[in-house]
């Protein structure tokens, strides 16, 4: 009954930005952490972002300095801010929320750098 839907994804060039969105429905993840993970083709998946209840956040090296995530309790939402987009950064992105080692993830939605 969990569900996390994302959006914002699509084709942009590099050097560009795009903004993805994660909505939650089914529970409030207000005290929980969310983030964002992203898995390129042919490669594992791998933690981008996440944000805590306090709104403290964390970040994968290669997208430091260049993505923000944030989230709006109120909405239940979680977003991840892409500036300075590279090639490297195709990916499908996920959404997750996490309670206490229990997992909730969103389907995906493609993030495609190139030019």
């Known amino acids: 009954q969990v569900q996390l839907v994302e959006s914002g994804g699509g084709l942009v060039q590099p050097g560009g930005s795009l903004r993805l969105s994660c909505a939650a429905s089914?529970?409030?993840?207000?005290?929980?952490?969310m983030g964002w993970y992203r898995q390129a083709p042919g490669k594992q998946r791998e933690l981008v972002a996440f944000?805590?209840?306090?709104?403290?956040?964390n970040y994968a090296d290669s997208v430091k300095d260049r993505f923000t995530i944030s989230r709006d309790k109120a909405k239940n939402t979680v977003s991840l801010q892409m500036n300075s987009l590279k090639p490297e950064d195709t990916a499908v992105y996920y959404c997750?929320?996490?309670?206490?080692?229990?997992?909730?993830w969103g389907k995906g939605t493609l993030v495609t750098v190139s030019s």
């Open positions: 997750n929320a996490n309670d206490y080692g229990m997992n909730y």
């Open positions: 944000i805590t209840g306090y709104g403290s956040t």
């Open positions: 089914g529970r409030t993840f207000s005290n929980n952490l």
